[in-house]
């Protein structure tokens, strides 16, 4: 059983940064790659970033390249997500998944958290 928890949404102005975590109860990490998605008002679930299980290996969602960084500490069984130069287009509920592969974790993860929400004004 996994359970993930995220943290580290808010409100931030355009152009600001914010840096969610998400939390795994599992107990191997390093064994699930691990990935982000959001939901905005009114739209769908969609893919932001995805990572490997060693760390190696990173894939985002075009909309965000070049601004937000994803990244892991299997030590503490966490996962993060670095956001720069947010936009409100940025502003969504996102959530923390997990899966067997990036492939696989980037298109349906196995286990989801609660989410957590990020508001960018304008």
């Known amino acids: 059983q996994v359970q993930l928890v995220e943290s580290g949404g808010g409100l931030v102005q355009t152009g600001g940064s914010l840096r969610l975590s998400c939390a795994a109860s599992?107990?191997?990490?390093?064994?699930?790659?691990m990935a982000w998605f959001r939901q905005a008002p009114g739209k769908e679930r969609e893919f932001v970033a995805a990572i490997s299980w060693t760390g190696d290996f990173t894939r985002y969602a075009d909309s965000v390249k070049g601004r937000f960084t994803i990244s892991r500490d299997n030590a503490q069984k966490t996962m993060s997500m670095q956001m720069n130069s947010l936009k409100p287009e940025d502003t969504a509920v996102y959530y923390c998944?997990?899966?067997?592969?990036?492939?696989?974790?980037?298109?349906?993860?196995?286990?989801w958290g609660q989410g957590t929400q990020v508001t960018v004004s304008s």
């Open positions: 599992v107990r191997s990490f390093t064994t699930y790659a």
């Open positions: 998944g997990a899966g067997e592969t990036i492939d696989t974790v980037s298109t349906a993860p196995g286990y």
